[in-house]
């Protein structure tokens, strides 16, 4: 199979070296992974699903872009949605912008490291506010949580959790 001309422009083998170390935080992601989904739903109900998620370096090495499925291929997909994350140095933190066009779910947040921890908060396309935690980071696994909230003054739901390990680099 031979890559498409956009395909070979967007991607790229890795990170320039005059942006290694500002890479570090969620470069460590690149490569595939299986996931087991939980979401808890409003009416407290709960789901589960199996999916997979593909993490790599795009833009000449200056972004990082995602791919999460559920439920894994080949079976018709509930969520496909891409993520591009951008370091600022400005801001000393990364630019994440999120999109699912199955379910019309979108997020715009900032990244940064909270101890062992990476954590994005921002706001969805429904006006809530969001934060993503990546938790219990090792090479070969991780949790997510995603949580959501109406304002400042209302505590975090957590909506879904994700217990990912890795298949590939």
Known sequence: MTISPFLAALGSEGQPADRAKDMDLYGWLIGS????????????TIEKWDGECHFGWV????AIQD??????RPAP??????????????IGGWHIIW???LNQDYSRQIGRAEGKDIVQIGDDSRG???RWRFTEITANSFHWIGE??????TPWRVTY????????S
């Open 33 to 44: 992974w299986e996931m087991e989904t939980v979401h808890y739903r409003d009416d407290g």
């Open 59 to 62: 833009l000449e090495g200056r």
């Open 67 to 72: 791919v999460w499925i559920r439920p894994k």
């Open 77 to 90: 997909s509930t969520m496909y949605g891409t993520t591009l994350r951008v370091f600022d140095p400005g």
């Open 99 to 101: 999109s699912d066009p």
């Open 128 to 130: 809530l506010q969001a």
């Open 148 to 153: 959501e909230r109406a304002a400042e003054s």
């Open 161 to 168: 959790e994700h217990f990912a390990r890795r298949t590939a």
